[in-house]
Structures are given as structure tokens and as C-alpha cells.
């Protein structure tokens, strides 16, 4: 069995004083694609930024590889393997697509070796290494979100957690997302999606959470929630 990369006991998490999510348990394997699954307003958002350290748990503890990092700052988390591509991709408009890469290998444990990661990237985005001297807030919003995903790339995380990453995309550039997950999971990045494409979510995740109002209500493979009629029903309307 697959050892947990990241465990979740009980978290309790939320903005101010209204709660968002109320006792989330969960683990992810280390090599695995997991997806959470669910609606608009579920929880999806503030479970990845309370992994992330952007919101601390108000009760509960969060273990990657082991060791407790429920109070640890953000950048201590980057350090030790994190890496969130948030939800409307927040890249820097006014520098480069390479500027922007560059800022992602900031932390530490990403400066050696960075050019040829850089090169590596441009290998699986193409389109990035042709806009190279561009300005981030010059393209398009598929290629914003390669340019996301990559700047999470070079900080050589070892869990990739991903808000929503075909939020907003055509069709086509969708697709090249989850081709890419496909890929990187080949490399044995582990990845938590978190995806309103429900359909294509399960079909990639070995493992899958579906959250309800900031609880978990089903957990399993992804093969076996794709079939669950639940899920049928109430996210794929079959």
C-alpha cells in the first residue's frame, strides 16, 4: 500500500468567524492523483488554501510526509514540497512568462538546477517558450494557466495542489490540461484537483472526495464514484 504524502484529521477552517469547512479528513498517496469534487461553494477553494497555509485551520491537524505543518507559514510549506495554483491563476501581468517562471523557483529548494527545469517546463508548454519575452497579462487565459502551472512547477514541489484549472477555458485548452495532469503524474508528482469538470476528474484520479457544505459525504476510487449513482445524479445529470 502507498504510503499518505498528506493527511488531513478533522480540519476545521474558515474566514473571520463564518466557517467554512467542519471536520475534513482525508489523505492523498504519494504518486496518486486525488480529486475533490463538488459544487460551487462546498469547500473545494478553502481546503486547498488551508493546505497551503493562505488560511490557518481553526482546529484539526494537516501532515505532509509525516511531520505536522498545520501552523507552519506558507513559505515554510513552499519549502517543503508545496506548491498551489490557485484559482484564477494570479500570475504576475507586468513581468515576463519567463519573469513570472523565474519567481516560482524562489524558494530554497528550487534555485539549483532552475535553467534546466525552466527548459524542461517549455518542453511541456511549447506555446510558453514562444512567449517567453512576453508579458503575462498579454495572454490568453489558457496560456495564463500554463504559465501557472509552470511557475508552481519549478519550485520542484512534491505535492502540486490544483484550484480549478480549466475554470473559464475553451474547450480545447481544458483538454491540454488534463493531458498535462496525466503527464505529471507519469513523473511522480503527486496532485489534489480540485475540478468542477467532474466527469474527466474521476476518470484521471486514482482516489476522489466528493464535499458537501465543507463536509466529506463519499470517498473512493475514482472509477467507483464515477459509477456511484449519487454522483451520477447529482453531478453529472444522469
Same mark, same amino acid.
Given at each position: 500500500?502507498?504510503?499518505?504524502?498528506?493527511?488531513?484529521?478533522?480540519?476545521?477552517?474558515?474566514?473571520?468567524?463564518?466557517?467554512?469547512?467542519?471536520?475534513?479528513?482525508?489523505?492523498?498517496?504519494?504518486?496518486?492523483?486525488?480529486?475533490?469534487?463538488?459544487?460551487?461553494?462546498?469547500?473545494?477553494?478553502?481546503?486547498?488554501?488551508?493546505?497551503?497555509?493562505?488560511?490557518?485551520?481553526?482546529?484539526?491537524?494537516?501532515?505532509?510526509?509525516?511531520?505536522?505543518?498545520?501552523?507552519?507559514?506558507?513559505?515554510?510549506?513552499?519549502?517543503?514540497?508545496?506548491?498551489?495554483?490557485?484559482?484564477?491563476?494570479? !500570475?504576475?501581468?507586468? &513581468?515576463?512568462?519567463?519573469?513570472?517562471? +523565474?519567481?516560482? #523557483?524562489? =524558494?530554497? /529548494? @528550487?534555485?539549483?538546477?532552475?535553467?534546466?527545469?525552466?527548459?524542461?517546463?517549455?518542453?511541456?508548454?511549447?506555446?510558453?517558450?514562444?512567449?517567453?519575452?512576453?508579458?503575462?497579462?498579454?495572454?490568453?487565459?489558457?496560456?495564463?494557466?500554463?504559465?501557472?502551472?509552470?511557475?508552481?512547477?519549478?519550485?520542484?514541489?512534491?505535492?502540486?495542489?490544483?484550484?480549478?484549472?480549466?475554470?473559464?477555458?475553451?474547450?480545447?485548452?481544458?483538454?491540454?490540461?488534463?493531458?498535462?495532469?496525466?503527464?505529471?503524474?507519469?513523473?511522480? !508528482?503527486?496532485?489534489? &484537483?480540485?475540478?468542477?469538470?467532474?466527469? +474527466?476528474?474521476? #476518470?484521471? =484520479?486514482? /482516489? @476522489?472526495?466528493?464535499?458537501?457544505?465543507?463536509?466529506?459525504?463519499?470517498?473512493?476510487?475514482?472509477?467507483?464514484?464515477?459509477?456511484?449513482?449519487?454522483?451520477?445524479?447529482?453531478?453529472?445529470?444522469?
Amino acid at each position: 500500500m502507498t504510503a499518505a504524502l498528506l493527511e488531513l484529521d478533522g480540519v476545521v477552517a474558515g474566514y473571520g468567524s463564518v466557517r467554512i469547512l467542519h471536520g475534513v479528513s482525508l489523505s492523498v498517496a504519494e504518486g496518486s492523483v486525488t480529486a475533490l469534487v463538488g459544487a460551487n461553494g462546498a469547500g473545494k477553494t478553502t481546503l486547498l488554501r488551508s493546505i497551503a497555509g493562505s488560511i490557518l485551520a481553526s482546529a484539526g491537524a494537516i501532515r505532509f510526509d509525516g511531520s505536522d505543518i498545520t501552523r507552519l507559514a506558507p513559505s515554510r510549506r513552499v519549502e517543503a514540497g508545496l506548491a498551489l495554483v490557485p484559482e484564477g491563476r494570479l !500570475i504576475f501581468p507586468w &513581468l515576463t512568462v519567463e519573469e513570472n517562471m +523565474r519567481v516560482g #523557483a524562489i =524558494a530554497r /529548494r @528550487a534555485r539549483a538546477g532552475q535553467a534546466a527545469r525552466l527548459d524542461e517546463i517549455y518542453g511541456l508548454f511549447p506555446r510558453l517558450a514562444e512567449r517567453r519575452r512576453q508579458y503575462g497579462g498579454t495572454l490568453s487565459g489558457g496560456e495564463q494557466q500554463m504559465l501557472a502551472l509552470g511557475r508552481c512547477l519549478m519550485s520542484r514541489p512534491r505535492l502540486l495542489l490544483l484550484d480549478e484549472p480549466t475554470l473559464g477555458l475553451a474547450p480545447i485548452m481544458a483538454k491540454l490540461i488534463f493531458e498535462t495532469v496525466a503527464r505529471l503524474r507519469q513523473s511522480r !508528482i503527486t496532485i489534489l &484537483l480540485a475540478e468542477q469538470d467532474v466527469a +474527466r476528474t474521476l #476518470a484521471l =484520479a486514482d /482516489r @476522489a472526495y466528493v464535499i458537501e457544505n465543507g463536509r466529506i459525504v463519499l470517498d473512493g476510487s475514482g472509477e467507483a464514484l464515477l459509477a456511484d449513482p449519487r454522483v451520477k445524479s447529482a453531478y453529472l445529470g444522469l
